[in-house]
């Protein structure tokens, strides 16, 4: 039962005074189911995460590639699941280094058949997750009043229990006492985590509230025919002005919840055009399609003006967090580092919306953990709707295809292709180097080849089938005549081929 629906909009001006103290502070501003065969496909690599998972998980690309297949496969078992055991559900988590296993936990021993037989792990546990969640909210009522019995809680459905980090034992071990719960239900676990909020239309590129304050953009919404963005509640207060990356004026916080939520959103004007496009640090970007909830142990990636694009796994949810300007529930766990300016930037698994990040502890040269305020409430609460590319697609990115004498558009269905020039062909009078590049929507996957005619068939003499949306040819070959095959082996795009030819 959510505790955040009365949104609060009175000043959270006490946040800047505290952007560098050593305690925990909350981001501050620096100065119908889809067939599992098909969203393998469609939601493979998103550019720019296979890297950041190697980078940040430890990960060969292959394994990267292996575990988001994995995610995608298992997920709508997990929800099958959960919804045929019903109040015996303990929790789902993935494990292995892939993500190969999903592990659901059931209070029944009964359920290890029904399980097993959907190629899940069964694990039999003494507490239901209904049962952990409504402990976890007493100890919120109790510890939250007491400054040092544990700033952070969360369901740790690994371990059946609650979890309560702190630095100091024996007053955490008193509240627990005090709050009347099943103590053998609660773990106390040492842990020197001192959460600050990150504060500082694409999501994870800066705005700026007044002259110094910078935080990081959510995701793009809409209400009504207004555009707008979510983002952390705390950046700013109802009617705070905003202007964005470039210092141009860009809009008004029409609603901020901090704390007991940390969740906002802004109303844009009309020289703002929001995207369903999250940055993904290395000058591209990454779709949002929609904002299904990913299973604890998923792998989530954050983008933030100050560090951009770093990726984790999601630890636990429910997690509440007692920041010095008061207690911020129902958030959700990460090793995903962060730092100052991050604060309301977006977090993404694979192409689904997560949510917007709240704070964190530790930073992005030694490690971190991050909370992040989970989408879903934000856009119910404010009767928002998130912006996808089911409902407008973004037009495909021509920076890296310029230049080229010349150039044909066209635009795939999955597993369609098409030959360029115009369904023809054009002829090479001379030896020399063939160039093709090839753009469409990130997010999507397209394969250009090169063909030349011998006489009988066309040969195919050059191949660029990697993953992604984005693809260049470059071949040596003598004079002939030569086409192109534009294919789309997975979503839907219009794309841009230019070529030259000797």
Known sequence: MSRRHAVTTGCVLAIAALTLTAAPVVAQPRTAETPVAVAVAVRRSPPGMIEALQRDLGLTREQAEERLANEIRLAPIEAQVREQIGDRFGGAWYTGITARTLVVATTSAADIARLTALGVRAEVVNRSLKELQAIKKELDVTLATRPHAGRVRYVDVRNNKVAVLSSESEATEHGIEAAGVDTEAVRVVPSKEQPRLLHDLVGGTPYYVGVTSRCSIGFSVTRGTQNGFVSAGHCGKVGSAT?????????????????????????VNGDWTPKPLVDNGTGGTVTVA?????????????????????CGIIQQRNASITYPQGTVFELVRTNVCAESGDSGGSFISIDQAQGVTSGGSGDCTSGGVTYFQPIGEILTTYG????????????????TCTGYAQTVTGTLNSEQSAYQPDNRHYRATAVGVHAGCLDAYEGVDFDLYLQKWNGRVWDTVATADGLGAHKKISYTGPPGYYRYRVLSSSGFSPYVLGYRSP
């Open 243 to 267: 202007t964005g990356f470039n210092r141009v004026a860009q809009g008004v916080f029409q609603a901020s919840n901090f704390p007991d939520s940390d969740f906002g959103w802004v109303a």
């Open 290 to 310: 929609g904002s299904k909830e990913a299973i604890e142990g998923a792998s989530v990636c954050r983008s933030g003006s100050t560090t951009d694009w770093h």
């Open 384 to 399: 928002l709707s998130l912006m996808t590319t089911a409902d407008k697609p973004p037009p495909p990115n021509t920076g």
